[in-house]
């Protein structure tokens, strides 16, 4: 395939959207004319939809038991961007099945950093990418922004990733395209929200510069870092003014003072913009500069810690009397549906409990679990 150009420039450096680039994924459209156009849906593999890439994936029935209040009337609390309950998916290979959330609880609200953490496989992109729209889940229930994401015809999930969420990737090959400068990839997600009227170049600019990189706007990324390129990646994910900011290990890729510098500017952009922003990760520094943190274990949430003060009150306590990390957060475990509960190994080694057999008491109100 020829390497063409998905924009055209125009004379003001502005661009607009001529063909699509070798393996950017489209889909079908309808414009206003009434007329078919090609539908860019940045950053999304549509094949995972299918479940093409290791397995299929065992879809919802639309008409089981759900809310169909895709649009209209809003569902869940009003204080909850995000209301996950009892969520599963499970993907389905050949011949077996593999349930990534196996009724997963979780509130997330409007404004809050948090991290996602949790071993390999514990289904902490699988719940990323059902947030994003990216994949539906299997049962349960998941209500964004007081939307019923079961209830979301196929074109309603489209309307929902370029306006509801923004996506940054570990691999900057999934987030930029390499033929463009920094200012054009940024413009690229706004060519595709019809009802965006405003100056594509100077929101794009003003972008850039709130990701620190004025001075890089017409680089192309193979002229920029690793860091450089990662804050691109976020300036694109927050074209159409998304209401969350979804990133799957950020700082996987870069070294620790450029992990730093993203840590940074995730919690800047936060408390600038107000934006809701989910990071999933293994990195324990990025994790400790959140405001929650929840730990996933086979599919489900099993612990999670609130910082007790601000990133910012912490940092001055940090500056001031030394800040004992110990005293930096409070850790619960959590109870699902079914009143289980887990303890993690550390607490169990701790408690000197070493078999599955344990005493349960309740003493002056409090629940008290001991070595048998
Ligand atoms: N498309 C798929 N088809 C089949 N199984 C899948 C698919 N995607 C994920 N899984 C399985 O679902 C489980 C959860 O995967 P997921 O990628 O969500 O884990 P993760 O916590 O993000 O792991 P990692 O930290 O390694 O990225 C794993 O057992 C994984 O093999």
Redesign the pocket.
């Known amino acids: 395939m020829s390497d063409k150009h998905l924009f055209r420039k125009k004379k003001n450096d502005a661009v607009e959207p001529e063909t699509i680039a070798p393996g950017v994924e489209t889909q079908d459209m309808e414009n206003t004319d009434g007329q078919e156009t090609q539908e860019f849906v940045y950053g999304m593999d549509l094949q995972?939809d299918e479940?093409?890439?290791?397995?299929?994936?065992v879809e919802a029935d639309p008409e089981a038991g759900t809310d169909k209040e895709a649009g209209g009337e809003r569902l869940g609390s009003e204080e909850n961007i995000i209301e996950c309950d009892s969520l599963v998916?499970i993907?389905?290979?050949d011949d077996v099945e593999?349930?990534?959330?196996q009724g997963l609880e979780l509130n997330i609200k409007y404004g809050e950093l948090m991290a996602v953490i949790?071993?390999?496989?514990?289904?902490?992109?699988?719940?990323?990418?059902m947030i994003g729209g990216l994949?539906r889940p299997t049962a349960g229930k998941l209500y964004v922004d007081g939307k019923d994401l079961f209830a979301m015809t196929d074109k309603e999930l489209v309307e929902y990733r370029k306006h509801t969420v923004g996506f940054v990737w570990q691999k900057n090959s999934r987030n930029l395209l390499p033929y463009m400068t920094a200012i054009e990839n940024v413009q690229v997600p706004m060519y595709f929200d019809k009802s965006n009227k405003e100056d594509k170049y100077a929101r794009a600019h003003d972008l850039l510069c709130r990701v620190g990189l004025e001075d890089k706007i017409n680089s192309y990324p193979s002229q920029m870092s690793g860091g450089e390129q990662q804050r691109v990646a976020i300036a694109i994910a927050l074209a159409n003014n998304p209401k969350i900011l979804l990133a799957?290990?950020p700082t996987g890729a870069v070294d620790s003072k450029t992990s730093n510098m993203i840590q940074d500017l995730f919690r800047k952009l936060n408390e600038e913009l107000g934006i809701t922003i989910i990071i999933?990760t293994?990195d324990i520094s990025l994790a400790n500069k959140v405001g929650r943190v929840v730990m996933?274990a086979d599919?489900k949430i099993s612990t999670e810690k609130i910082m007790k003060e601000s990133y910012k009150d912490r940092m001055n306590e940090l500056t001031t009397d030394g800040f004992s990390s110990d005293d930096s957060h409070e850790e619960f475990s959590i109870l699902d549906k079914a009143n289980r509960v887990q303890i993690s190994p550390d607490m169990l080694a701790a408690a000197g409990i070493d078999s599955n057999k344990v005493k349960v008491q309740v003493v002056d109100g409090k629940v008290i679990i001991t070595k048998e």
Do not use: F, P, R
Request: charged share 30%; aromatic share 2%; no cysteine.
């Open positions: 995972e479940g093409t890439d290791s397995g299929k994936a998916k993907y389905k290979t593999v349930m990534a959330l949790g071993k390999s496989g514990s289904g902490k992109s699988t719940l990323l990418n994949e799957d290990e999933v293994h996933i599919g």
